[in-house]
């Protein structure tokens, strides 16, 4: 009996606020969308982050047979090898170093293959010069090791392979920080929208709730038909948003941009199906919080 | 079942309080008439009652509970014992009068069952039977506040507060209603009726207390509606109006009954 009145009571007041509650619905939806798109992002920066940025962050190139610079003298030696090595793994520079890997012309020449299989078939393996890669403790320390063996013998070039992925992470970061900034303003105007639309809810049904006051029901039930039609007009918003995401996602990342650059780690319709549950707890939150402050002015026991 | 202890309420950025030091005891089962012209502090009283408003000093009880000390989530109790009644009606349009009875069960939790069971029967008591299904619209002002009285004792309350109920009424209906809220008090309910036709106050010889600025000038058992503002004299010679609201021995200006 209770439930079902407070029922009929949400329906009653979703119809005739229709227009503020359709309002509701969409500026949530926004905003939660750039709330989820914010959050998604920050997990493709993490995702590569974890996938490249700490596994490989130095690249010492050796001198190949056809190498120009002025360091080289033909292709690097064993000798030279055998030094490199050794000034790798020995102080003063083991400390900073966390593991040394060697890559073969042949295994670079399959890398480059696995990446692009046309451009790969103009080069033959003992064009691509071998390396050491090399992974730092501290990767802000990039400094030491490329003064440590820029222009020793067999050695062509030193290269912080970070610097290839940085601009990537600065455009992430930069939208990230874009998309939430939005999502602040859509969520602000989100709270105001719902209390200003729960205040012209209770404004519309001061008749019933006046009597309701008057013959003594309790607050949670003068309050909750009002509170709940915040929390479906939410969630309603909520739920659009993750859909969006989870096209965006499906379309956009894994339907184009693994097929386009397939060389990284993407985000999939998990992580967005992760996310969602989030954008619906924060979603209720704002409601409640919005609902609670407008009802204690507008809709005393 | 009421008692106010030199009461006082002063509303924001007013300088005259609207009740004055109001000291005012009613009995369980008592019939009051509260009297006054507009501002005189009648609607103030029975706010502090309903405890929509709490009393700037002194003390309310109402039903055994201080109202002071009283916190907001047992308002709702307190409510659930007094039944309201309003010169506006206050129904709601959209329901008919079973439906608008049955609210007044509906928002405090009462079962399908009980509603179906309270509901006809408070109607038959306040002379709707069979009109249950009709809307607010399709009743005259007397049925419509029959209703409203309906809703107001649904749920059996120890006390029933009536604020110029019959304001908007012609004389007659007035009196029928009135005569109602007789019959209610007959049944135990304690009934304070704000009004100031005089007409029903002096044909009901029940007690009748007069605000004027805020304070009780005049507390007197069987009065009739006699102001200081407008003192009625009898015409020498006759010891009783038209509805028997004067006696012989009153003297003028001074109130209608005997003590």
Redesign the interface.
């Given at each position: 009996m209770r439930f079902q009145f407070v029922l009929s009571e949400i329906g009653i007041g979703l119809r005739r606020n229709l227009a503020m509650t359709i309002s509701v619905v969409l500026v949530t939806f926004v905003s939660l969308t750039f709330v989820g798109a914010g959050a998604l992002m920050q997990q493709q920066v993490s995702t590569m982050k974890g996938d490249w940025y700490d596994r490989v962050q130095v690249a010492i190139f050796l001198c190949t047979q056809d190498s120009l610079s002025a360091s080289c003298s033909g292709a690097a030696s064993d000798d030279d090898k055998a030094a490199i090595e050794a000034a790798l793994t020995s102080a003063p520079l083991s400390d900073l170093v966390s593991e040394v890997q060697f890559e073969t012309s042949d295994e670079a020449y399959e890398q480059f293959r696995a990446q692009d299989e046309q451009l790969s078939a103009s080069v033959t393996p003992d064009q691509l010069p071998e390396s050491f890669r090399v992974g730092l403790v501290d990767p802000e320390r990039f400094g030491v090791i490329s003064e440590s063996f820029q222009g020793s013998p067999g050695v062509e070039e030193v290269v912080d392979q970070r610097e290839v992925l940085e601009p990537f992470f600065d455009v992430l970061n930069a939208a990230t920080a874009g998309s939430l900034a939005l999502a602040g303003v859509m969520l602000v105007a989100a709270v105001l929208l719902i209390g200003t639309t729960i205040r012209l809810a209770a404004f519309n049904r001061r008749r019933e709730t006046g009597i309701m006051r008057l013959v003594g029901a309790s607050s949670t039930f003068l309050q909750l038909p009002f509170l709940l039609e915040g929390v479906i007009a939410v969630c309603l918003g909520a739920a659009l948003a993750g859909g969006v995401l989870l096209l965006a996602v499906d379309r956009g990342v894994t339907g184009w941009l693994a097929q386009q650059v397939p060389a990284f780690d993407y985000i999939t319709a998990t992580d967005v199906w992760a996310t969602i549950p989030w954008l619906f707890v924060g979603g209720i939150v704002l409601a409640s919080v919005a609902s609670l402050v407008s009802l204690s002015r507008y809709l005393k026991v | 079942m009421i008692r106010f202890d030199d009461v006082t309420k002063t509303y924001d950025r007013t300088a005259r309080p609207a009740l004055d030091g109001i000291d005012l005891e009613v009995a369980r089962g008592e019939f009051v008439f509260l009297v006054g012209a507009s501002g005189s502090g009648k609607s103030t009283f029975l706010r502090l009652v309903?405890k929509e408003d709490d009393a700037t000093s002194g003390a309310v009880q109402v039903a055994g509970k201080d109202l002071r000390r009283l916190s907001?989530?047992k308002?709702?109790?307190?409510?659930?014992?007094?039944?309201?009644v309003f010169q506006d009606f206050?129904l709601?349009p959209g329901k008919t009068v079973f439906q608008n009875v049955a609210?007044?069960l509906?928002?405090?939790?009462?079962?399908?069952a009980s509603i179906a069971a309270a509901v006809p029967e408070v109607l038959e008591l306040v002379g709707l039977e069979g009109k249950g299904e009709r809307l607010p619209h399709e009743l005259s002002g007397g049925e419509q506040q029959r209703v409203a009285i309906a809703?107001?004792i649904v749920?059996s309350p120890a006390i029933l507060l009536a604020d110029e109920p019959t304001g908007n009424l012609d004389p007659t209906t007035s009196l029928g209603i009135t005569r109602l809220l007789e019959r209610i008090n007959g049944r135990g309910t304690t009934v304070v009726m704000a009004t100031h036709d005089d007409d029903i106050v002096d044909s009901m010889r029940k007690r009748v207390v007069e605000l004027v600025d805020g304070r009780v000038v005049r507390d007197e058992h069987q009065g009739g509606y006699v102001t200081g503002a407008v003192p009625v004299v009898p015409p020498p010679g006759l010891s009783v109006d038209h509805r028997g609201a004067v006696s012989v021995d009153t003297v003028p200006g001074q109130g209608g009954g005997p003590r």
């Open positions: - | 309903l907001s989530w308002v709702p109790h307190l409510r659930r014992q007094i039944g309201v206050r709601l609210f007044a509906q928002v405090i939790g009462r079962s399908r809703r107001a749920n």
